[in-house]
């Protein structure tokens, strides 16, 4: 497993435009760090205070930062799609497998690389959240620190299982531009059946039953969108505004079920291929 | 003797297109192998079915007497086909690196390979920033990083200037006098007669021949004669029951023999019978000839 993940390093560390689009994925989630310590001062009027929302306290910024600082796997999505590309285009595939690497290491040493980023992701944000958590909670809540850490967990998920769906194009079309462009297509084509779903052919309730099983709605629901919920925080009256947001387990197992699916297709994908 | 490899029955479609039909042979150790065939004849087919990059359709194909599984056993395998692929943003030295990672050897034979390709100077430079013969020669010098077992060549002249063609001879050349096992496929003649000791040769996906390059044709050679009378020497030879097809181009008579003869014996025939020669030379046809002779009649 460590002389298949060198090998992907290799590959990518040393590609200029991988190497900035990684640090990049990484530089991008300290914004939250430093969003969460600024005061910003409108011209003396008064002064936007984002701590004073309480939404960098425990367990909320869990919740938060995960979900904002996921939408930085576009950066890393990127990376995913040209490593299968740059392969087919520098015909290296072919160079690799003559070489003696045979298609399911060709297809593992990508993946592991995907799970290590994932991870160090996670760790990553894990981190980031934790300094703001300590910064503005009081010492009473040491305890509940660790409260809502599990969409740390959702986080990881949610990583591998996009990255997966991105490597499967990637290695369906060949072409990074063109894979990126169907991912896009994809999202919308998704979007379109659960308007249809809700709106059309059934209700809410049987659309949202329906979708959770569709990848880009079950990567979504792993984190649900947390706006609701500071809104619900500083509107206690409003009832209706109650959702469930939890991290449920079977949302990761849908998403580990695509994870398995897409890395398996692409693997018969490209046995079935000749080179 | 050890055997290298072994292909039996071996079938590839593309569609409705037969690339390779059918197709056995054996290549065994310590032997200079050529592959001939004329474009679309299914050599690079057949090299990419052996090296895992296409899938076969039927038949088989076993490495070093089928112990180890594909994948395994190309690591054992040095092979370059059509053009050199390396990383193109990646330095020689980087590319090699990555190879090494991938066949499982140490990276101690780099400058080794590098100093025998002549590519040590450069090996800081990215790949991108190579000639098409620097690529070929790094492609060779990648090749033989582990010390091959059999080295599998591609057209490995193919686009390259005079130069750089002589160079990768000289390189082949070298490699086959250290005894290693050599499989090349060409369709060009001259380059297969100087080096290979024995050929496999495919038309439109099918052997027509496999063995040394000496038994292609059941032929006993010819004479190329010259001398004064050239009528009665024609007369002579028809008479002669040693020889078949007898043609007369640019003053010069081209018998062929139909059984084994010495150039003495002729030599000493024609003087009995009064005639002197001028020029007197015993040939085998050139594996140019042996090949369209082959190939054209089936």
């Excluded at chain 2, 003495?264 to 369209?292: A, C, M, T």
Aim: charged share 20%; net charge positive.
């Amino acid at each position: 497993m460590v002389r298949l993940l060198h090998i992907e390093f290799i590959k990518l560390w040393n590609n200029r435009t991988s190497r900035i689009l990684i640090l990049t994925s990484f530089i991008f989630p300290f914004s939250i760090l430093i969003l969460s310590s600024i005061k910003i001062p409108f011209f003396g009027f008064f002064t936007l205070d984002l701590g004073k929302t309480g939404i960098f306290n425990v367990p909320i910024i869990w919740h938060i930062s995960t979900f904002f600082i996921a939408f930085f796997k576009i950066f890393f999505a990127i990376v995913v799609v040209s490593m299968i590309g740059n392969e087919y285009s520098n015909r290296t595939i072919k160079q690799n497998l003559i070489d003696g690497l045979s298609k399911k290491e060709f297809i593992l040493s990508k993946f592991y690389f995907i799970l290590t980023y994932s991870l160090i992701s996670s760790i990553v944000v894990f981190l980031i959240t934790l300094i703001i958590a300590l910064f503005h909670s009081s010492y009473t809540e040491m305890n509940l620190l660790f409260r809502g850490s599990e969409f740390v967990l959702a986080y990881f998920f949610k990583l591998v299982g996009f990255f997966s769906l991105c490597f499967f194009l990637g290695v369906l079309i060949k072409r990074s531009a063109f894979a990126l462009g169907f991912l896009f297509i994809s999202f919308i084509v998704e979007m379109i059946l659960y308007a249809l779903f809700k709106w059309k052919w059934f209700n809410d309730q049987i659309a949202d039953q329906i979708m959770q099983f569709f990848p880009f709605t079950s990567l979504w629901s792993l984190i649900n969108q947390p706006i609701q919920r500071v809104v619900a925080m500083s509107v206690p009256e409003k009832q209706d505004l109650i959702y469930d947001y939890s991290v449920h387990w079977h949302e990761v197992l849908i998403v580990v079920g695509w994870t398995g699916l897409f890395i398996y297709l692409s693997y018969v994908l490209l046995k079935k291929r000749d080179l | 003797m050890e055997t290298i490899l072994t292909v039996q029955n071996l079938t590839k479609k593309f569609g409705f297109l037969t690339a390779v039909k059918d197709l056995s042979f054996t290549i065994e150790k310590g032997n200079v192998y050529g592959i001939l065939g004329p474009n679309g004849s299914g050599k690079s087919t057949t090299l990419g079915i052996i090296l895992n990059v296409v899938n076969r359709t039927a038949g088989d194909f076993s490495w070093f007497n089928g112990n180890t599984s594909t994948h395994e056993a190309l690591k054992k395998v040095g092979a370059i086909i059509e053009r050199p692929n390396f990383y193109p943003y990646m330095s020689a030295i980087q590319n090699l690196k990555l190879v090494c990672k991938i066949k499982e050897v140490s990276e101690t034979k780099i400058q080794e390979k590098l100093e025998l390709v002549g590519l040590w100077e450069r090996k800081d430079s990215k790949f991108k920033t190579y000639s098409l013969g620097m690529k070929q020669r790094l492609a060779i010098a990648s090749a033989l990083l582990n010390d091959p077992e059999i080295l599998i060549l591609d057209e490995p002249t193919n686009g390259l200037d005079p130069q750089g063609i002589h160079q990768i001879r000289q390189i082949i050349k070298k490699i086959a006098g250290q005894g290693t096992t050599i499989l090349l496929a060409s369709h060009l003649l001259d380059e297969v007669e100087k080096v290979c000791s024995h050929v496999v040769i495919l038309r439109k996906g099918e052997k027509l021949y496999s063995g040394p390059v000496d038994g292609m044709l059941a032929s006993h050679g010819f004479f190329e004669l010259r001398t004064t009378d050239m009528d009665k020497l024609e007369q002579l030879l028809d008479k002669n029951a040693s020889f078949g097809k007898i043609t007369r181009e640019n003053g010069t008579l081209t018998a062929f023999l139909k059984e084994e003869m010495q150039a003495e014996e002729l030599n000493k025939i024609l003087y009995e019978k009064g005639l002197v020669l001028s020029h007197l030379v015993k040939r085998k046809e050139s594996l140019e000839e042996q090949f369209l002779t082959l190939t054209k009649n089936n």
